[in-house]
């Protein structure tokens, strides 16, 4: 068995943590110290609870709020947050990263990779830290108080790449002996354009905007809203733009479509219509209720932290990406945010004054 860290103790980490050790690995579970309280429950009882697609008691070796310890406990560090917080990690360890460390995003949204690597050159830390990311959470999972975490659904394959890119190999190797479903992809460019979140949930949220925010009794957001063949025909007419733009780049990426059923199976619902129709991961159970508002993750980080960056790249390659800009013009109206200069732009992630073959080299060296 293995020592891992987690960083971020919210539904994803705790479960990451639970899972791993329910199978004898002696997990670090790291918050920051505003969030100390998501801690206090699981260090008085000693682990996590799971429940729903794995069950029993997964103990946690070590709680804390102490980033230093944190890094020091392993030489490989899962990152488990929101895109947003990516930054705030990424300068909170940059002084305790070590030469032959690895912290894999899990997942990193589009470019998350990038992003956390400038923040580490840029607060002083110019070590030899391989960098990676996943395209999804392996997780469909919630986790209640005190040390409750039900896992809804768990991914039967997980694409993740390093920078630098050679290091993929490796990384997908050590991490197997954690988690098998990891396969390794050529560079973090499939990974960011397998991030399904980013180019499903804006859609449904945008379709769905003034009923979240009036519809005071809820609803089933998969069931009640993503399920609508419209919302499905423009979340594959986003996903046409996504193919056609890796193809631009010099690769290909499989449909949503077929993205989705990798993960989870269930060809008897072929298409996406059928399956965000019958999926019961995804709807038809509590944990399904739309949210409470649009400024929600499914526009404040699936929009500006992937379909941003994702319609930069389409310019900078001459590509249309007219869908994927629409929702963006809209949910930034909407939310009253300027989503493109918030978000991973090119010029927020350093590369607007590189060629895409300088992009393609960076994410495949690191510089």
């Known amino acids: 068995m293995g020592k891992i860290t987690i960083l971020g103790a919210g539904n994803g980490g705790c479960c990451y943590a639970a899972y791993l050790g329910k199978r004898g690995h002696e997990v670090c579970l790291y918050e920051v110290p505003e969030l100390a309280d998501n801690l206090a429950d699981i260090e008085r009882l000693g682990g996590l609870t799971l429940r729903g697609c794995d069950t029993g008691f997964g103990p946690v070796a070590k709680c804390t709020t102490d980033i230093e310890e944190a890094c020091a406990w392993s030489e490989y560090i899962l990152l488990v947050t929101p895109a947003f917080a990516h930054k705030i990690i990424a300068r909170l360890a940059a002084p305790y990263l070590k030469a032959g460390q690895t912290v894999v995003l899990n997942p990193g949204s589009v470019f998350g990779a990038v992003e956390f690597l400038n923040v580490l050159r840029e607060c002083g830390n110019t070590q030899d830290i391989t960098v990676g990311e996943t395209s999804s959470n392996i997780f469909a999972c919630r986790r209640y108080r005190p040390n409750d975490c039900n896992i809804l659904g768990i991914k039967d394959n997980m694409h993740l790449a390093c920078i630098p890119a050679c290091r993929t190999e490796k990384v997908v190797a050590d991490l197997n002996a954690y988690f098998p479903q990891y396969i390794a992809v ?34 089933d957001f998969y069931w009640g809203s993503m399920a609508a063949v419209g919302v499905c025909n423009t979340i594959e007419a986003i996903d046409a733009e996504r193919q056609a733009l890796a193809k631009a780049m010099g690769f290909e990426v499989e449909s949503i479509n077929d993205l989705i059923h990798g993960y989870y199976g269930h060809w008897e619902w072929p298409t996406l219509h059928e399956f965000y129709s019958h999926s019961t991961i995804h709807g038809g159970i509590p944990e399904a209720i739309s949210p409470p508002s649009t400024h929600h993750r499914y526009l404040t980080e699936d929009l500006p932290y992937g379909l941003v960056p994702v319609s930069e790249l389409g310019k900078k390659a001459g590509i249309p990406t007219p869908h994927t800009d629409a929702i963006i013009t809209l949910g930034s109206s909407f939310n009253g945010e300027d989503y493109r200069t918030l978000g991973r732009s090119l010029k927020n992630l350093g590369m607007d004054g590189m060629t895409l073959e300088e992009i393609i080299r960076f994410v495949n060296e690191g510089r």
């Open 186 to 219: 050529p560079n973090i460019l499939h990974t960011s354009f397998l991030d399904i979140n980013a180019f499903t949930h804006p859609v449904s949220m945008i379709f769905s905007a003034s009923r979240v925010e009036l519809d005071k009794d809820r609803f």
